[in-house]
């Protein structure tokens, strides 16, 4: 019988049920990506909700969009994730690290790989508030960018905080923060609402995986 230290599954369940979570992320991803290529009317149900969701004529919404929208841009996002990555360093904290830039970088590739399969077009000029990018709608990068770093900086903080408040403070602004951006490209008139929760599911697939993947590595490495 082996000893029981060299269990950890069976002392933590969050590896299991994050790849449970995956997994039901990955059908649902499927699932939508077919909708999206195979079925008109879930394109025009798609459609028609994007129309709803952007038809709110609002300064103040779209002042605010602007700004969501910016902070889930590339460069900003690539931004706060090397002062992350830096800072974590800094703490000594190596594989918190590595968990933050390894799901940013293969989770955001992951997305442009996706973004050349499906080919879906962009809403249309008419109802842009801003300029059109010239790359694919599905699914969002803004989005899929914001989920990933603002859902492992949540973690970090449930893991690494002492505070109760501060963890929950932690993930109701990174809550915000990442659904903000994504619906503010919805806003902006730049993607449909198919593709933020493509984004969405995307990554938690990834965000799961890799959560998962470090708890059971942190975990081992204790015990050893």
Request: glycine fraction near 10%; hydrophobic fraction near 55%.
């Amino acid at each position: 019988m082996q000893p029981r230290d060299s269990h950890p599954w069976s002392r933590d369940p969050a590896p299991g049920i994050a790849v449970l979570v995956a997994g039901i992320a990955l059908a649902g991803l499927v699932a939508l990506t077919a909708g999206v290529l195979f079925f008109p009317a879930f394109q025009d149900l798609d459609a028609r909700i994007s129309d709803t969701l952007r038809g709110v004529d609002s300064s103040v919404l779209e002042a605010l969009a602007l700004s969501l929208s910016l902070l889930g841009s590339r460069w900003v996002m690539a931004a706060l994730t090397v002062a992350g990555v830096l800072g974590l360093l800094v703490r000594g904290n190596r594989s918190s690290a590595a968990l933050l830039a390894g799901t940013m970088v293969i989770g955001t590739a992951a997305g442009s790989v996706l973004k050349e399969v499906v080919e879906r077009a962009r809403p249309g000029l008419e109802v842009a508030r801003i300029p059109v990018p010239e790359t694919y709608s599905f699914p969002s990068g803004h989005a899929l960018a914001a989920f990933l770093f603002f859902g492992i900086v949540a973690f970090l903080f449930f893991v690494l905080a002492d505070s109760v408040r501060v963890k929950l403070w932690a993930w109701l602004v990174c809550s915000l923060l990442a659904f903000g951006v994504a619906l503010s490209r919805v806003y902006l008139g730049v993607h449909y609402l198919g593709d933020i929760i493509a984004s969405w599911m995307l990554g938690s697939v990834f965000l799961m995986v890799a959560v998962g993947g470090h708890v059971l590595w942190v975990t081992r490495k204790r015990v050893e």
